[in-house]
């Protein structure tokens, strides 16, 4: 799998995920998605830090100023995560600030999947993003992360 096509599916992973908590309404049950959320976000990120984004930074002027768009994008999707810790589940402004972080990682996804990877597949090749894919597969398993394609059903 390339490394676009594995991005993908953490992306869609992680959106079920964030549609299970919104849709829970037991608080222990939300407290142990949110925690696969951040787990599955945390590895999503640093592997995009240490495997994708300097990659693609020897793409030129245009593909850094991509990478540097996600890392702040990246960055404030942690912050409202990290507020998230400070509200207790069983409240509504629970429910409110996973609804803005949804939405932020909604924003950062749909950038991600049409500007960047549009760039990206001609930027890197075919071959590069095959191998790419591989050393992040490798990455995600040694981080322990749910496997893309055979995870369980988060719903």
């Known amino acids: 799998m390339d490394a676009i096509e594995l991005m993908k599916e ?25 925690q696969q959320i951040r787990a599955d976000l945390m590895t999503h990120e640093k592997m995009k830090q240490d495997i994708f984004y300097p990659a693609l930074r020897s793409g030129g002027d245009q593909a850094k100023d991509i990478v540097i768009e996600g890392e702040v994008e990246h960055h404030v999707i942690a912050v409202i995560a990290d507020s998230l810790e400070e509200v207790p589940e069983d409240v509504e402004q629970w429910r409110a600030k996973l609804k803005v972080l949804k939405a932020s990682l909604d924003e950062h996804i749909r950038n991600e999947e049409e500007r960047v990877f549009s760039r990206a597949r001609p930027a890197l090749g075919r071959e590069r993003l095959e191998q790419l894919g591989h050393e992040m597969a490798t990455f995600k398993n040694r981080q322990g992360a749910t ?9």
């Open 10 to 34: 953490d992306h869609a992973r992680i959106s079920q995920l964030f549609d299970a908590a919104l849709a829970n309404l037991d608080p222990q049950a939300r407290s142990g998605l949110l």
């Open 147 to 155: 496997p893309n394609a055979a995870g369980p059903n988060p719903k």
